[in-house]
């Protein structure tokens, strides 16, 4: 007892260790960007700049067909499920994919209007960090009716709602405001807000699946992502490592995506591997107690099966199955068995005179003094209404009549008394045969057995013939 729960307390000390250290490297990962900020924000010079069109315009286009594909296939797991998280990652993606193509396309436009090629950044990550948020805050709600999800004109509405976006953006780049540096900061700052929001809701609501796990860590990603536009300027390189986070967390949160599609096609059901584990094991101690109670059910169906349901002795399919077995050990060792046919003397009157409740009771009574006079490995079957057959393995003729001799005996001096006060005597005639000497088959013995019955009847009967 001592050696197992040290081994338990051991145990658990090693699972709360491994717990602290997973968590201490998920929040690891998930603010390793940070250093990197941290690094191009104390270590190098701001005025540094990597200005290189055609490696941006080649970025955002891998960056517009990602988008393109992981909403085709956010959205397809929506139609599935009918998540409401879905629907909003759905709205996300691709109001950040519509609304951050023109800056792609405007990438030439750099030198001659620099808001209208840089506006688009931190205005497709706001409209995609609230349309998260929303997601977040419908976390766990129930699913979406079929109808809403094939609804078009509400996908038509959002993609107009995005274009509209797309055309407001060009109008403030081009107006007197567009220079003021606030327009820029805002947006940035909004899409880091709504982050950061979306964090503190994950943890204030324990939310701890697998995939709001890698929900979590690319928020934020994001969050780092807007904190590093906002420190950085165009081309240098903070401006580039904030896309490179940015596309990180893009990247990771379509990972999780995927793998919803490939399971169950929603965040809210996939399960991790202490889940998944636990629920096996649930599900196996529920397979092996199935599996107890049918091979209870089954035995207790073939005990039935073989079973006589009056007198509990086995059935005639059942004696004939035990004397094939018997006949083949016979004919392996060269051993002799012997078979008794038992029928109980007027029986008839015994039922006309008491009634059928009287009658099953001395049937019940003889088949519990047959059992008591034969040997523990000898069997009693009942094969008619008032027939018996008795097997006895091992044993010749002269033993064979010995036993039917003592079983005559026990029933003519037994009364049997029924529940309703009925005292009632009974004999019995039997018929003896034995294997090898009087046949090698199962029609051959019992053909004797028989015979030799018939004439205990037809001398007085309460006799015993074994030749």
Not at 72 to 91: N, Q
Not at 336 to 343: C, M, N, T
Request: aromatic share 12%; charged share 15%.
């Amino acid at each position: 007892m001592n050696a197992t729960a040290t081994v338990n307390e051991q145990g658990a000390a090693a699972r709360l260790v491994t717990r602290a250290y997973s968590h201490f490297l998920i929040l690891l990962f998930a603010l390793a960007p940070a250093c990197l900020i941290a690094y191009l924000f104390f270590f190098q010079d701001p005025t540094l700049k990597f200005e290189h069109h055609l490696f941006h315009e080649f970025a955002i286009a891998a960056a517009t067909l990602a988008g393109l594909f992981i909403t085709y296939v956010t959205w397809r797991c929506y139609m599935s499920s009918g998540e409401r998280l879905l629907l909003w990652l759905t709205l996300g993606f691709l109001g950040f994919v519509l609304i951050y193509t023109p800056h792609g396309a405007f990438t030439g436009m750099a030198r001659h209007n620099i808001w209208l090629f840089l506006l688009y950044g931190p205005a497709s990550r706001l409209v995609m960090s609230v349309l998260l948020f929303i997601g977040l805050l419908s976390f766990g709600r129930p699913p979406d009716a079929v109808e809403k999800r094939s609804n078009l004109r509400y996908w038509l509405t959002w993609i107009g709602a995005f274009i509209l976006i797309d055309i407001a953006v060009a109008g403030v780049a081009n107006s007197a405001i567009a220079g003021n540096l606030w327009v820029r900061l805002s947006m940035e700052g909004g899409a880091l807000l709504c982050s950061a929001l979306s964090v503190a809701v994950l943890l204030i609501r324990r939310i701890r699946s697998p995939l709001m796990l890698i929900y979590g860590i690319s928020i934020t990603a994001f969050l780092l992502s807007s904190l590093a536009f906002i420190l950085g300027r165009p081309w240098n390189h903070m401006w580039w490592l904030a896309h490179a986070i940015f596309a990180g967390g893009f990247l990771f949160l379509s990972y999780g995506i995927i793998q919803a599609f490939h399971t169950t096609r929603s965040f809210a059901t996939v399960y991790s591997q202490e889940e998944m584990m636990a629920r096996l094991a649930a599900a196996m101690a529920r397979t092996e107690s199935a599996l107890q109670e049918l091979q209870q059910t089954n035995q207790k169906l073939e005990h039935l099966a073989e079973t006589d349901p009056l007198t509990g002795a086995a059935n005639r399919r059942q004696f004939i199955k035990l004397v094939e077995a018997e006949i083949a050990r016979a004919k392996r060792d060269g051993t002799p068995f012997s078979v008794l046919a038992l029928d109980l003397d007027h029986f008839k009157s015994i039922n006309d005179n008491y009634g059928h409740q009287v009658g099953d009771e001395v049937l019940q009574a003889f088949v519990d003094k047959c059992l008591n006079a034969i040997r523990p490995y000898d069997g009693v079957a009942r094969v008619g209404g008032e027939e018996f057959m008795v097997l006895l393995p091992k044993a010749s003729l002269d033993l064979g009549q010995s036993i039917g001799e003592r079983i005559r005996s026990a029933i003519e001096s037994a009364v049997f008394e029924s529940k309703v006060g009925h005292r009632v005597g009974v004999t019995v005639s039997i018929g003896v045969s034995q294997f090898w000497h009087d046949g090698n088959t199962i029609d051959t013995i019992f053909r004797a057995a028989d015979e030799r019955l018939y004439r205990a009847k037809d001398e007085g009967r309460n006799c015993v013939i074994a030749l």
